[in-house]
């Protein structure tokens, strides 16, 4: 197997500690729409996933519409960011210097989210991750990529091969790093590498979903990707 030239990150649960709270936001406001679920229904069945197909479930088992479900979760979950801001997953600023210190110029990673660019830069801001993701090309840019911005969700291929492209790397000299099965999937569809990170997911479901390696803490993650670059 040939060097990894490109890391792209996935950002929640892998760069920012935001799932506890989105997830507990998330479950809260499908709750009081008439479905009791909690934190940890939210992180097994919801979390990494595209928001529209979320309301589709939600919808699908209550039975009736609920217009406002999404407003009503963003518009609490931005609240719950700005209030309380989450920092950076431990051990991620160190993963980065050795990144920066090693083999990987900083073009040579990027986020890619299946969330908005105004969450990500909200989130990374806040912990102070945003200055290390330099855009390769535009200095007034951070190399940031949202679904939003291609209108196609992981576990789709395209937000990764869009990052990989603009990033000015082939597929098969990328790697990606994920905590959600919808991600590895992704990941797996553009034929590239991806450690599946088992924090919240467990690392059985994570590699059924196609993972490369399995990795279950960032010291972990350090071995694996300081190997694979
Ligand atoms: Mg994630």
Not at 123 to 141: A, E, M, V
Not at 153 to 161: E, N
Request: glycine content about 4%; charged content about 20%; aromatic content about 6%.
């Amino acid at each position: 197997m040939h060097n990894a030239n490109l890391v792209i990150f996935d950002c929640d649960g892998v760069l920012v500690d935001t799932e506890p709270l989105t997830n507990r936001v998330l479950a809260q406001t499908v709750s009081e729409a008439g479905w009791e679920i909690d934190t940890q229904y939210s992180v097994t069945h919801f979390k990494g996933r595209n928001l529209k197909d979320i309301h589709q479930d939600v919808e699908d088992k209550l039975g009736f519409k609920v217009p406002d479900l999404l407003d009503t979760y963003r518009t609490r979950m931005y609240e719950a960011l700005q209030s309380d801001p989450v920092p950076a997953i431990e051990g991620i600023h160190e993963l980065l210097d050795l990144l920066d210190d090693h083999h990987s110029a900083p073009q040579h990673r990027c986020v890619a989210t299946n969330a908005p660019i105004k969450k990500a830069t909200i989130t990374l801001t806040g912990s102070k991750l945003i200055n290390r993701f330099p855009h390769p090309q535009d200095p007034t840019q951070f190399a940031m990529f949202s679904a939003y911005q291609i209108n196609k969700w992981k576990p789709d291929p395209a937000l990764f091969l869009h990052a990989a492209s603009v990033m000015g790397h082939d597929p098969e000299d990328t790697i990606v790093v994920e905590d959600s099965v919808s991600g590895v999937e992704a990941a797996r569809n553009a034929s590239m590498r991806v450690i599946g990170l088992a924090t919240l997911t467990p690392a059985d479901t994570l590699r059924e979903a196609g993972a490369t390696q399995i990795v279950e803490s960032h010291q972990e993650l350090i071995d694996q990707l300081s190997a694979a670059l």
